[in-house]
């Protein structure tokens, strides 16, 4: 292995030359009477200096002498003017003399030793992968036998583009008797002549990254230093298994599903009607270890910072984004996608992370909240932060700070869009992460919510969290990081705001249920569904939620938005059979209005059905209706609701998402009804059936199937399939496919990786969205008779 040489001979000298090292005594008699055969042993030593000083002006010849080493020193002083004489050479010390490393040997197998103690085993990558807080095994080996006695050697690491030994960056390893927990250190636990094997430990709070090492060693006659090889870069990550570092998870089942686990489940639809998509994660798939620490380096943020799990997720999650920092993903919501790729069509990370490292940090062209979700899952759970993705059904979006989600309605009770800016989704999709939170009094700790999706600013920057789900279920939205915002989108209560004549608002009614349904996220070691809504808010209606509201509403711009209760013997419900209609039906809802009192009651009824996007923006109303229903004391009327195929075949976008909104007064009391039911249109599956025999290394196909569940032409009808360790993300472009008609296609491809796999496919055309499908494909290990 190339070294420089460091003579540590004659230091009081002062040398003119940036690469010599100073002398500290005066040359003796003998040494300064060369012999005239030293001569040709004097030149080549020169010129091995000049050529490592300015290599253009003194270029290597076939006869010069070849070393892997550069050596420094001083010879004389210079009597008259008072400085050294500089003379480039080794005097009488032998290059053998001094001790090198010859090589460094860093057990990178995936198989090996460290890699399977450290939980790195997975990752489709040669590079010498561990974790943080814990042990890791080294060889060495130098150019003669160790003596601990006069030599001495420690390891150097460095990160970052200016590291500092002040900030963490780089890191003086010494060898030491005995290794103490939380301390960079390293000690001889082997020695077989000139090899000697290392044990390094780590702190469990040192910054993650790539690091550079090198080795430097000491003896009698000098010190060298060996050379940096990018080979044997150490990639350090965050350690869920080690119980100092802050994303300590102690339950071995839920470390295996929310940070080895490489697929996973996306929820969407609505609170009635919940689907979900599998979505290949990719966290270990080749390449993803380096385009996460290119998104880590992406952000400019300084590495020193990198140790703090908090401090990674905020800047991950600013940089999953891209409105204020060239980030991983640009967000669409228009509907037009032909400048990229539709949401819809991704199944994964891999493809987009691979694509903004490719294109040196360009935003992938287009994303919506599952895939900001889904990628921010990627790269946390690469880098070691326990994460998980979460959905939350009727989010709320509060754009004001209010900690509430405002209607305002005009004299006729019609919407004021220009000032209804809160809007509730159908569905958002975050992320949820393990940390302790030792930055916020104790009992926060634990799973954190964070958002990657570009909705508002944390800090001036376009991020959310790490929000505590502790305080979030407390309404204490005075505990950083963005807990009113998080707070707002699963607990708030909607009100409705009635213009007067002069101009201001009357608050006239509010529903306190409507918001933060069906909190989901895959189950751990399963693929069913598990509701979290209980960590994130108590049961609707009970006093400590209530609690919780009231508490939270104080820190807001509303706080006295809360009026005493009215009287209410007129309730309205709207409900939806089974799993709701499907995309080229009609739609179906039933309407129930409910009189408690003992008198009879007529309602004003206005309903107004809309395309909506799934984010609770409005795209257009596609009905409108007004009529008056008389119900009897004690009735409950039931209204049949309906809207046909041709009312909204031209006005629907991503999700197929419509919103029924109801709104009414009582005659008699002047009691206001209000409330929105969001459904969306179901889309059929893609099937799809493996053909042949499933092992590494043998083609084999599948087939997909498809009907077409719409009265019209499908147009320009793309698929894509992709799945780990089965094959690479691929597009095939269709065709049309006519009215109902159905189709199958045959997909020809070779496994890479044995054990269970996943394929994935999707259909994305115009008339068309969110058709997808999934299949389990094991893989028989290759044969030993195999090529």
Not at 311 to 326: E, G, K, Q
Not at 377 to 399: I, W
Not at 501 to 527: L, R
Not at 706 to 722: G, Y
Request: glycine share 8%; net charge negative.
């Amino acid at each position: 292995m190339p070294v420089e040489i460091r003579s540590i001979r004659r230091r009081s000298a002062v040398g003119r030359f940036p690469s010599v090292t100073l002398g500290f005594e005066e040359d003796t008699e003998e040494e300064k009477e060369q012999p005239e055969e030293n001569n040709v042993q004097t030149d080549n030593a020169c010129k091995r200096w000049l050529r490592k000083v300015c290599p253009c002006c003194c270029p290597r010849t076939k006869d010069d002498d070849v070393t892997d080493t550069v050596v420094t020193g001083i010879d004389e002083l210079d009597k008259e003017d008072g400085m050294d004489e500089v003379k480039p050479g080794t005097d009488d010390i032998e290059l053998d003399e001094f001790l090198t490393v010859q090589s460094i040997d860093l057990t990178k197998s995936k198989s090996g030793a460290d890699r399977m103690q450290h939980h790195t085993h997975l990752y489709q990558s040669e590079n010498f992968i561990v974790r943080r807080g814990q042990t890791f095994q080294m060889w060495i080996t130098l150019s003669r036998p160790f003596d601990p006695s006069t030599d001495k050697l420690h390891l150097e690491l460095k990160t970052g583009p200016l590291p500092s030994m002040s900030k963490g960056t780089h890191v003086i390893i010494p060898l030491v008797e005995g290794l103490e927990d939380g301390h960079w250190e390293a000690a001889v636990v082997e020695q077989a002549d000139k090899r000697m094997k290392l044990s390094v430990n780590s702190p469990p709070t040192a910054a993650i990254g790539r690091y550079q090492l090198t080795v430097e060693t000491t003896c009698p006659n000098g010190q060298a230093m060996s050379t940096h090889d990018p080979a044997n870069d150490i990639y350090m990550l965050l350690n869920p298994w080690c119980e100092d570092d802050k994303v300590f998870m102690d339950s071995e089942e839920e470390r295996q599903e929310y940070v080895l686990n490489d697929v996973g489940l996306i929820y969407y639809g609505t609170e009635k009607q919940i689907g979900m998509r599998t979505w290949n994660y990719g966290q270990f798939n080749d390449g993803m270890l380096a385009a996460c620490l290119f998104v880590l380096e992406k952000s400019g943020t300084p590495p020193s910072g990198w140790g703090d799990p908090v401090n990674v997720v905020r800047i991950i999650s600013a940089m999953i984004n891209s409105p204020d920092d060239l980030g991983v993903v640009e967000g669409n919501w228009s509907g037009n996608y032909s400048a990229g790729t539709s949401p819809t069509t991704w199944s994964g990370s891999v493809e987009i992370l691979k694509e903004y490292h490719k294109n040196s940090g360009a935003p992938v062209k287009y994303g919506q909240c599952w895939v900001f979700a889904g990628i921010f899952t990627t790269v946390l759970r690469c880098l070691g932060v326990p994460s998980r993705t979460v959905t939350n059904f009727s989010s709320a979006h509060d754009t004001d700070v209010s900690l509430t989600t405002d209607v305002y309605l005009d004299e006729n009770l019609d919407s004021i869009e220009h000032l209804n800016a809160d809007s509730v989704w159908n569905f958002h999709v975050w992320n949820d992460c393990w940390m302790a939170r030792p930055d916020l009094p104790p009992g926060y700790g634990g799973w954190q919510a964070v958002d990657a999706t570009p909705q508002e600013t944390s800090q001036g920057t376009f991020r959310c969290g790490p929000a505590s789900l502790t305080a979030v279920r407390n309404g204490q939205v005075y505990l950083k990081h963005d807990c009113p915002f998080v707070f707002a989108e699963v607990n708030s209560d909607k009100i409705y705001w009635q213009r007067n004549i002069d101009g201001t608002f009357s608050q006239i009614y509010s529903e306190k249920k409507t918001v933060g349904h069906n909190i989901s996220t895959k189950a751990v070691g399963s693929e069913e569904r598990s509701d979290i809504t209980h960590l994130y808010k108590h049961p609707e209606g009970t006093e400590e939620e209530r609690i919780a509201v009231e508490t939270a509403c104080r820190y807001g711009t509303k706080a006295e938005a809360y009026s005493s209760p009215t009287a209410e013997d007129v309730s309205i419900e709207v409900t939806m059979d089974g799993e709701g209609p499907k995309m080229g039906g009609d739609a179906d809802l039933t309407i129930m209005l409910q009189n408690n009192s003992a008198e009879q009651r007529t309602i004003i009824l206005h309903s107004q059905a809309a395309v909506m996007y799934y984010t609770g923006v409005h795209k257009a109303m596609i009905r409108k209706d007004v009529t008056d229903i008389d119900v009897l004391p004690n009735e409950v009327k039931v209204l049949e609701w309906s809207l046909e195929y041709t009312d909204y075949k031209n006005q629907l976008i991503d999700q197929a998402a419509l919103m029924l909104t109801l709104s009414g007064r009582v005659k008699e009391t002047q009691q206001v009804l209000a409330t929105q039911f969001s459904f969306r249109l179901r889309t059929p599956n893609l099937t799809i059936t493996p053909v042949g025999k499933a092992a590494v290394g043998q083609r084999m196909a599948v087939t997909i199937s498809f009907t077409n569940p719409l009265p019209q032409v499908l147009k320009a009808v793309i698929f894509h399939f992709e799945g780990l360790g089965l094959l690479t993300a691929r597009k095939i472009t269709y065709g049309d496919i006519g009215s109902h008609a159905s189709v199958s296609l045959t997909e020809h491809f070779v496994p890479t990786l044995p054990g269970p796999r996943k394929l994935l496919a999707s259909l994305d055309c115009k008339q068309l969205t969110q058709v997808h499908g999934v299949t389990d494909i094991t893989v028989e290990g290759e044969s030993n008779g195999a090529s």
